[in-house]
């Protein structure tokens, strides 16, 4: 930088120790914003490939997935310059869109895929995913040449006939075949049979429902923005985003059973009673991979409509405490986001076309609504200025009380708490992200309380308004009214000028910048220097301007407390909000990261993300775990477990550690019984005794 301020002047360049002790006049020599218009371009590219995904046109979704891997380098050059690293977990572009070139036979798009891939250190952790893709797309094609060399088989034969690949991934990659109506299934026993699609045996989608909202209220909840200075503020060892492989050690990668089906650790009570295999009958369904432990046993989720309740989009099933069976039902509609309260008595969700669907412990259908027509979301679009075919993929939570009362749903960094008939209790927005401050161009032009009324007729609006409301009025009459769209109107330019005018007046923003008008902008400094050149001072000043939707802290976990209405908010930054039943503010932890649970017991708080487990008593941090993988947390009222992939840890409520069982194959059911604690793999089920009680 000092060359290049030497070469602009021809001058030597010092830096200046101090300002206060240099001389002459003071200039600021740069402010320019960075252009962040190719990481709003990549996540507009993001949202339409994965519309296209759930809309099922995988061509098109390929086509996009080239277009959004092209602006990833420029992506990660932004965020490193924002956030001074780059920690991001997840790129739809390499994961889902892989997937999609694999699907379609793109091989020129994945070999494209890797070279960027290869080119940017950043994306190392994705090396092993572009491996899968390439596999996949061999694998693609021998599924298919297998079921139409052998029609009617069956899909757990499917393995033995290509000789490559494993069982769950090709069961995966056959439900992609399906959706892509290149093969078709029918149940047949606890299995398919798979014979090559026709354009005539393709289903039609299912019609789109039509669901209203229940709210009762017109305008929305007021939404008060947490103070965090107010309350009190818990920072606590920060959660690493990911692990490296040095960084995992000996311990982790002992994390599966390494040569009998079920081994135990770290227990001297532990010991394994009885190992068995299970009838064809008895095996749990592999399309049921999502396991959400509640107050009442276990809620398993289908949601890739691929189980044996047939075409339903998805299918839940609900386990009492000792693994049995107590009811099972299809649904009709996708799961998009889902909320399970670890201590509550049933489940909510959110489909693609975000209605929200909630179910007791029974899965009786207790609320639907619409989303898309509640009062919040309608004025949080006014705000942030986006559509209704981007909405889902600002809508990131929802959370159910632990006795069904009432719901929370999250939309960009706002939270909004509504009750079951459809009564808005109360709304709070977290905080922008550290580091960046509002910006704006401001007029220095005032007007009296007439001068207002008067805009307000030029507007075609009346009192009350807010910011938005003259946003979205001076937009539309820009395009009524100025004079490039409308040469043929003779009045156009005067009308345009009283249009500006009228907005300057009621907004305070220069009528220099009112063209450019699209609200608040946001500032984030990243270096400040100062020079000293011929005398004069210069100050240098290198930062980024975004939009308030990139300035603001998503939400991206929510989750209520077991035994109370307050309500946990995590915002991406990893800060973690605890709120009332009023919406009042009470404390905010940081941890750095995400949380993927949030569990509140009254007793104990815990806190689980990709990498890191927390265990909180009173504010105080009593046990901290490091975790390999993603897992899950199934609380008990004695103490709780950590189930992860091939791993399973039983725990006392503060944390401490009483033993391990590993499995060979990916666990599907825990639960304790009066025989022990059961541990059930695709094929096998295993005793484990010497295990205290998970119930009094």
Known sequence: MLRFLKGLFGKDATPTPNPSDTPGHTQNFVNEPIDTSNSSEYFVIMSKLQEAISMRNYANAAMLAREN??????????????????????????????????????????????????????????VSII???EEDMQLFVAILKAVEENPLCLQTDIKKIIEKGDGRRIANLIQWLEKAGRITRTIEGRSYSLKTATPMSTLNPLPIRQVKSHRIDKKPVLCSEVDLKSIPYIPLPKAPLRWEEKQVGQKFKAAEAESELFELYDSDCWRLLSVEKLKSDERPDPAFRRIYPIDTGLIMVNDHDN???????????????????????????????????????????????????????????????????????????????????????HLRCVAMAYDNSRYVATGVDEAWCIDMAGRGLWGVKLPTKEGWSRVSAPSNNFGTRSDISRALEIMNLTFPFTPEDVKHSYRKLARQWHPDLNPEKLNAEEQMKAINSATELLTGIDVKAIPHYTGAKFMKEFSHEEFSIS???????????????????????????????????????????????????????????????????????????DTRLYVLRN????????????????????????????????????????????????????????????????????????????WK
Not at 80 to 95: D, M, T, Y
Not at 105 to 119: N, T, Y
Not at 324 to 349: E, K, M
């Open 69 to 126: 891997m092209r602006q990833i380098s420029k992506f990660v050059s932004n965020t490193k310059r924002e956030f001074g690293s780059f920690n991001i977990s997840s790129i739809p572009a390499l994961e889902e869109g892989g997937t999609m070139l694999a699907l379609t036979g793109d091989g020129d798009g994945l070999k494209e895929m890797r070279q960027i891939v290869s080119s940017i250190p950043e994306l190392g952790p994705w």
């Open 131 to 133: 491996n899968q893709h």
């Open 307 to 393: 189980s044996e309740h047939g075409s339903a989009p998805a299918a839940v099933v609900r386990l009492g405490r000792a693994g049995n069976r107590i009811t099972d039902a299809s649904l009709n509609h996708n799961i998009y986001r889902i909320g399970v309260n670890a201590l509550g008595q049933g489940f909510i969700a959110m489909s693609k076309e975000c209605i929200v669907h909630a179910y007791d412990d029974m899965l009786k259908c207790i609320l639907e609504t619409s989303l898309s027509d509640s009062p919040e979301v309608r004025a949080l679009q006014r705000r942030l200025e986006f559509g209704d075919g981007e909405l889902k993929n």
């Open 535 to 609: 005398g004069k001072k210069i100050t240098m000043t290198i930062g980024m301007q975004v939009s308030e939707v990139q300035a603001a802290d998503w939400i991206y976990a929510v989750s209520f407390s077991g035994r109370t209405q307050d309500i946990f908010l995590s915002g991406y930054s990893g800060k973690i909000v605890q709120v009332n039943e009023e919406g009042q503010p009470l404390r905010a932890f940081d941890i750095g990261a995400v949380p993927r649970q949030i569990i509140d017991t009254g007793d104990y708080l815990y806190f689980l993300t």
């Open 619 to 694: 504010d105080s941090l009593v046990a901290l775990m490091d975790t390999p993988e993603r897992g899950e947390i199934l609380v008990a009222q004695t103490g709780f477990g950590l189930l992860q992939s091939k791993y399973f840890q039983w725990f006392n409520q503060d944390g401490a550690h009483l033993g391990t069982i590993a499995t060979k194959n990916p666990i599907r059911w825990i639960y304790y019984t009066s025989q022990g604690m059961v541990v059930e793999t695709r094929q096998h089920r295993a005793i484990i005794g010497g295990v205290n009680s998970w």
